[in-house]
């Protein structure tokens, strides 16, 4: 079965962990195929996303990178 999930930034790393801990049962198909969208000032989340990009300017220590994942 192939299933494709939009997870919130902030949950990332509990799906990744739950992931790894099923790694004899799942497989990443393809990490490179991320589905980007352009964000605009009328997205109602445009302030969210904003605010998120001065926090990790700020605070770095907080926010890890997608090469930190454990695809495997």
Known sequence: MLLTIDIDDRAIDKVMYLLKSLK?????????SLDIDIV???DRDYRYITEGRKSRDTTPEDYGTMSDIEWD
Do not use: L, T
């Open 40 to 42: 605009s000032p009328y």
């Open 24 to 32: 004899s049962d799942v497989k990443i198909v393809d990490a490179n």
